[in-house]
Each structure stands twice: as C-alpha cells, then as structure tokens.
C-alpha cells in the first residue's frame, strides 16, 4: 500500500493563483481531512469528508473549496491564493470512528 | 469543545535520560488523544493513542503515555532519549463520539544532547 500521497510536495504561486493540491490515499478509509501548519500554532482543520459526497468545514475553511467524488481522492482548491494561505499543507485517513489518522508527507506551498 | 495545551515549545535532554513530554486537554465529552511524532521535513507518525481502554498506553520506540482523567494530563514519557527522538511531538485530542476531527497542539520539539 503506498498509503496517504500528496501532490506536489513544493508549490510556488503568485498572489490571484488558483490551484489543486492533490491527495489520494488506497486503504479504503472513509475519512479524509485536510490540515495547514504553521511555526508555533500546530496543525490546523481545513476541510474533511466522511465520505464521498460528503464534505464539511474544519476550523480554518476560508479560501479553500474540496470535493469527494471517490473514496480515494479528496483535492484541495485554492481560488485565489493569497499570501497568508503560506503553509505546509497535510492530507489525512482513517476509518469512521476516531482510531487515529495517517498522513501524507505534506505540500509545502508558498504565495508571493 | 476540545483543545490541547503542551507546555515546553522546546525541551533538550541528554542521550540516556528520561524524556517527559506535557500534554493537558480539555474536552466536553470523554476524549480520545494522540501524541503524533514529526521529523524534519516529513509527515506526522502515530506514535500512540487512548481510546478509552487501558489508561497507561505504551507506543512505538519505546513510549508511552497515561491519560489522568483527574488531571486532565495526557503526557508522554520514555525511559531513556536515544538521538533518533530529536523530532517534533504533537499531542491530539478528538471527541469519543466517533468524531475524526482532531484538534492539535501547538508541538513539543524534542533536542537530545550526546
């Protein structure tokens, strides 16, 4: 199983950019969820799904979009990048129920 | 509501000695808690997790933590710090419910001296 992958692991956009960050995981697992951390604050909810078709906020959702069409993949969008959306970004799995997630290697995503 | 404080942004231990890593939450419904491990420029690794059995919880390479409902205290410990721990530590805290959500702390960056 290749588990939890992410791409692209480095990104430079332009303040007004819009992108796709991709996440993809292969062990059946109903749950996804995307993070941002940044220096001092830990890891932060952006978007998660408990499903395909199913999605909903986190904590921090402003400026970013998500969908689930499969089981297997749970993209990121940014519509227009703005430079505090900076960050490494974190892509996550697990079954329904709370056991603990695993996560990708992480996006590392500059905006100028 | 859940959240999670860890005390100690930094702590440096020398090779050999104890590691005691602090992690205190605050949950509206019985929780369930993590401590996640990161290394340099890689993703988070479960190192262990309560979910209501056991409350002395041993993980991978050698740690283990014990949650203390009367303390709110989740911390993490290991006997004798090997140079391989020199990581970042994040302690997690999710709704028992069934929630996934987890709500991090704002880490623990683990040096050890030789």
């Known amino acids: 199983n290749a588990g939890v992958t992410q791409t692209p692991k480095f990104q430079v956009l332009k303040t007004g950019q819009s992108m796709t960050l991709q996440c993809a995981q292969d062990m059946n697992h109903e749950y996804m969820s995307w993070y941002r951390q940044d220096p001092g604050m830990g890891l932060r909810l952006i978007h998660y799904s408990v499903g395909a078709g199913i999605t909903d906020q986190g904590e921090v959702p402003n400026g970013y979009n998500v969908s689930r069409s499969t089981t297997e993949d749970f993209p990121l969008r940014l519509l227009s990048a703005a430079p505090s959306q900076t960050s490494v970004y974190f892509c996550?799995?697990?079954?329904?129920?709370?056991?603990?997630?695993?996560f990708g290697p992480g996006t590392r995503l500059t905006v100028l | 509501a859940q959240s999670v404080t860890q005390l100690g942004s930094h702590v440096s231990v020398s090779e050999g000695a104890l590691v005691l890593l602090r992690c205190n939450y605050s949950?509206?419904?019985?929780?369930?808690l993590f401590w996640y491990v990161q290394y340099p420029n890689q993703g988070l690794q479960l190192l262990l997790k309560y979910t209501s059995a056991a409350t002395l919880v041993k993980g991978i390479n050698g740690f283990e933590a014990e949650f203390k409902k009367s303390e709110t205290s989740f911390h993490l410990t290991k006997p004798s710090a090997h140079m391989s721990d020199a990581a970042e530590y994040f302690c997690a805290v999710s709704g028992s419910s069934g929630a996934n959500n987890l709500f991090f702390g704002t880490g623990t960056r683990l040096t050890v001296i030789p």
């Open positions: 949950s509206s419904v019985p929780p369930y």
């Open positions: 996550a799995s697990s079954y329904v129920g709370g056991g603990g997630q695993f």
